[in-house]
């Protein structure tokens, strides 16, 4: 297979979306500009720097002097999304859902590239693809301290970053055009999240207790 072989100027476009819904994550729990800054850093970079010590490649998101400078960009793009977005709770959760499922796709796509180029065999392409794309979601929440989405009950997160991995080895598989298969996947991943987002399909109901109310 004739891989992407990951484009720079598509790794940098992933960091900055990764960057800016770090920042949005940063902004909606009321933190300063330097904690804006550090979350959209981790968002941007975490689910590279994760890919590249899953592959035991050079780190890309630290050898190359694009990444960084990228989600930082996203991180001080964020003040002036939200003044286009307004102060309207819903506009501005449906801006953050959109931008870290477009952050999601691209991490999921790259990574699972990343791991066809090194000759992993489709599961563990799968794999990587996936922990690329939530890996800087996750370090992101752990980092604030919250429980990762990712594992509670809810829409879809991970259940829509494996059908966009899937897509892309079977399509790269057929040897389909690059970009098609890119494209195409990306899609795919953006299609299920923001599904699952707006028509409330869940990964599971969130148990109840007399005391807490939900779990």
């Known amino acids: ?32 500009i330097v904690g804006v800054l550090f979350l959209a850093v981790i968002g941007g970079l975490g689910g590279a720097l ?11 998101a630290l050898t190359s002097p694009w990444l960084l400078p990228s989600a930082v960009l996203g991180g001080l793009l964020v003040a002036p999304l939200l003044a286009v977005v307004g102060p309207l709770r819903f506009r501005r959760d449906v801006a953050f859902t959109l931008l870290d499922a477009m952050s999601l796709a691209m991490y999921s796509v790259l990574g699972t590239d990343r791991a066809i180029t ?29 429980q990762p989405e990712h594992f509670k009950p809810g ?18 598989s057929l040897e389909l055009p690059v970009l098609v298969s890119a494209v195409t996947s990306v899609g795919v991943v953006i299609a299920v999240r923001m599904s699952s987002w707006s028509l409330n399909w869940q990964t599971g109901r969130r148990r109840t207790t007399g005391t807490s109310g939900t779990s």
Do not use: H, K
């Open 50 to 60: 994760l890919r590249d010590l899953l592959l035991q490649v050079p780190v890309r």
């Open 118 to 146: 090194v000759g992993l065999p489709p599961i563990s392409c799968v794999f990587v693809g996936t922990v690329a794309g939530v890996g800087g979601a996750l370090i992101r929440d752990v980092l604030i301290n919250e």
């Open 155 to 172: 829409s879809f997160y991970v259940l829509a970053a494996v059908p966009g991995c899937v897509a892309y080895f079977v399509m790269r």
């Open 1 to 32: 297979m004739n891989s992407l072989a990951i484009p720079l100027w598509l790794d940098a476009v992933a960091v900055g979306f990764g960057g800016l819904a770090g920042a949005l994550a940063a902004r909606r729990r009321g933190f300063d």
